[in-house]
């Protein structure tokens, strides 16, 4: 079976994919546009082989690229980036070459836009927060009449929290139009609830053969705009309402082959149009890996290889996988640059040192959602964890008295 996988170098834990689709019988292919000297050794010794591009958006040459493969390894069976970047390209290459394990050409519009999304979890009965598309400053007005301030603006089709803001006047409504850039905007109300995550790996039935949740206290937005402190962690369990309303999103998306990340608000109180304190609201979807280094904590709190999974998943539509081992919460912490903190981090390891699981430099293209300097952790009770999460994000205060 041959699989190709675009841009394998990035996020560099990718490699793991690859390293597994070559463990599991498959042609583990890579295009890129790094050089091949410039891989990493686990890359390197991951791959059947490689193919560079000079520019990854020029669509002539990944053309090129996969017919090239094709002529040598015969008809390609998966063609997949796990990165929300490329899936836009990804379905058309599929479209092209005739590969039928995932959307084709504009079909992958229901996992792009944010509009679309909400009709497919009205299909799964999964509610979302009421919305307009705001053409007109006018038309604007009259949803925020329906709803209030504050509202959420963000692209329809757009990447995580990147250019989303919170309009909390008319003042600042007024400046979104000033400033909007000439892309479709999507506008919904505030939802006041707790973000959290339905992640895991469907089969060809769209049904999800390994699954977890992560829970984010501090929403992505305030983490991207505000430059505020980043954390979220792995649960132990998923509770059994979200892997209901995960699995029914999922079929109504028919999601196949997917490593997918579904958002969800918990509600922290009732909401008249919308539902009551503790319901789930669907907010959108992302048929690939959640973001920057998530896959790997997922590894740690359910002591399983999500990596080994996906390919087995790939080649037989199942895993042997155990997936009754211990579990643990993992949790991420994002350190910034500039930020006075109490603690540095020879500190924290030597206070963790038998919890720490990864430390990292995060890169740039990374660092503003996820922070400069990573650390994930693991533990047996959510106490602990958050305990640990205040030791490494103390900050030294300052205080002056007249």
């Excluded at 006075?340 to 924290?348: L, T």
């Excluded at 995060?362 to 922070?371: F, V």
Aim: aromatic share 16%.
């Amino acid at each position: 079976m041959n699989f190709i996988f675009i841009s394998p170098h990035f996020p560099k834990t990718y490699y793991q994919f690859t390293k597994a689709l070559k463990e599991e019988g498959f042609n583990s292919l890579g295009i890129g546009d790094m050089d091949y000297n410039s891989l990493s050794y686990e890359l390197k010794t991951s791959l059947t082989e490689y193919y560079k591009v000079n520019n990854m958006n020029n669509y002539q040459e990944m053309f090129k690229a996969v017919a090239y493969f094709t002529y040598k390894y015969g008809h390609i069976d998966y063609i997949e980036s796990n990165n929300e970047y490329w899936l836009e390209q990804d379905a058309r290459l599929r479209e092209d070459f005739n590969i039928n394990t995932g959307k084709k050409g504009k079909a992958i519009a229901s996992f792009k836009s944010k509009e679309l999304e909400k009709k497919y979890y009205k299909k799964a009965g999964v509610k979302t927060a009421r919305y307009v598309i705001p053409t007109t400053i006018s038309k604007a007005k009259k949803f925020i009449a329906l709803v209030g301030y504050p509202v959420i603006v963000k692209p329809d089709n757009g990447v995580g929290a990147s250019k989303t803001y919170s309009l909390k006047n008319d003042d600042e409504l007024k400046s979104f139009f000033k400033t909007k850039p000439q892309v479709k905007y999507i506008m919904e109300e505030f939802v006041e609830g707790d973000l959290i995550s339905f992640d895991g790996i469907s089969n060809s039935k769209a049904y999800p053969v390994f699954y977890s949740n992560e829970v984010f206290p501090n929403q992505i937005m305030n983490v991207v705009n505000e430059k505020s402190d980043v954390y979220y962690y792995s649960n132990k369990e998923c509770p059994s309402d979200l892997l209901d309303a995960g699995e029914k999103v999922l079929k109504a998306f028919n999601a196949k082959y997917r490593y997918f990340h579904l958002e969800f608000f918990r509600l922290r109180e009732d909401k008249e149009g919308l539902g009551k304190k503790g319901d789930l609201i669907g907010l959108e979807v992302n048929m690939r890996c959640p973001g920057g280094y998530t896959p790997d904590i997922i590894n740690y709190s359910k002591s399983a290889n999500t990596y080994k999974i996906y390919a087995q998943v790939m080649k037989m539509d199942k895993t042997t996988e155990d997936l009754n081992k211990e579990k643990f919460y993992a949790i991420y912490i994002g350190r910034r640059y500039g930020i006075d903190y109490k603690h540095d981090i020879s500190s924290i390891y030597s206070e963790y040192k038998n919890n720490i699981v990864m430390h990292d430099i995060m890169p740039p293209i990374l660092s503003d959602a996820m922070g400069n300097e990573s650390i994930v952790a693991k533990f047996s009770s959510l106490e602990d964890a958050t305990k640990f999460k205040d030791y490494a994000m103390l900050r030294n205060w300052l205080i002056w008295y007249n």
